[in-house]
């Protein structure tokens, strides 16, 4: 089923406030909010700050501020994570007293040599939920879906990552865990975001259907990477998006989807810049594939 056929669509842009947005930010939102509006769909904005250690202070602010600049619109307040801690406790308490997930004490020294497969250490110990991870069980099973841009992929979750962490050893929630139950408890249908989040939907995959939730249809974005081969980030002295480049950049963001521009849009607002990008919007015309180089996208 296509974006475009879908009698109700709801999607969402969900950013790490560990920094400001750069353009491979810009190229997920974009991608995001061209395809939720294009359906006639809802876009809503999630702030996803697990991890407040790793939060630069002023850094939500920044992102509201940089969507404002470059034209966005959302539906409906944003909101935080961080506000929703009791619903990811319930969720690990429940999975944890249901066998279907349990404590693990081992350290990173221990797993040292596993290239990041975790191997069950911990399966059959026992421990008590105190100052231990939280990993659930995962089947011998292997995960398929079909991404809209991507094509299928598979993973099998035992083999390729072991029982995974849903809640951290210092009780900090796993991203696995809170994005499955924000994007049901927001009635997400479709989920565009960057490719680098490839391998992570099998695991969520499995846990919306551990707990009963119904699963979105995903469409991964190729991913900006530097000449170096490192993805644009917060913490790679990637340049935060400045206003008076917004027009510029959107265009730059539109040909990077593989979409069409047109030569007048140069000198129109950034507005006008994404309401003709609705108007024209083509998910099909998205690169297939998995990375693409800053350097040849100026």
């Known amino acids: ?3 475009a056929s879908s009698p109700s669509y709801i999607g969402r842009f969900a950013p790490t406030p560990s920094g400001h947005l750069h353009f491979g930010s810009l ?15 809802r876009w809503l ?6 991890d407040p250690p790793r939060e630069m202070p002023g850094a ?6 940089a969507l404002h600049r470059y034209g966005f619109e959302w539906d409906g307040e944003w909101i935080r994570q961080s506000d929703r801690h009791d619903a990811y406790a319930h969720v690990v308490e429940r999975l944890f007293s249901q066998g279907l997930a349990y404590a693990c004490t081992c350290s ?12 069950g250490f911990c399966r ?6 105190e100052n231990a991870a939280i990993r659930v069980r995962v089947p011998e099973l292997e995960y398929a879906f079909t991404d809209r841009v991507q094509g299928e992929y598979r993973q099998h979750l035992g083999r390729d990552v072991g ?3 849903i809640r951290r050893r210092d009780g900090l929630y796993a991203y696995q865990l809170a994005v499955v139950l924000d994007d049901a408890a927001q009635g997400v249908t479709d989920i565009v975001r960057g490719a680098d989040l490839l391998d992570s939907t099998p695991r969520q995959l499995y846990l919306q259907e551990l707990l009963g939730l119904s699963q979105p249809r995903y469409l991964h974005v190729p991913l900006i990477v530097q000449p170096d081969g490192h993805k644009l980030g917060k913490s790679y002295r990637s340049p935060a998006l400045t206003p008076e480049q917004a027009t510029p950049l959107l265009l730059r963001a539109l040909r990077t989807l593989g979409q069409p521009t047109d030569d007048r849009l140069e000198h129109a607002s950034p507005r006008q810049v994404l309401d003709w990008a609705i108007a024209h919007w083509d998910a099909a015309l998205i690169p297939r594939t998995h990375t693409l180089q800053e350097a040849h996208l100026r």
Do not use: C, W
């Open 108 to 119: 990173r020294k221990q797993l040292e040599g596993y290239n990041g497969v975790y191997p």
């Open 163 to 165: 029982d995974f962490i």
């Open 27 to 41: 190229v997920a939102a974009l991608a995001s909010y061209l395809d939720a509006r294009s359906a006639g769909g």
């Open 124 to 129: 059959n110990a026992g421990h008590s939920m």
């Open 1 to 3: 089923m296509t974006a």
């Open 45 to 50: 904005l999630r702030m996803e700050d697990l």
């Open 60 to 65: 939500q602010a920044a992102i509201i501020e």
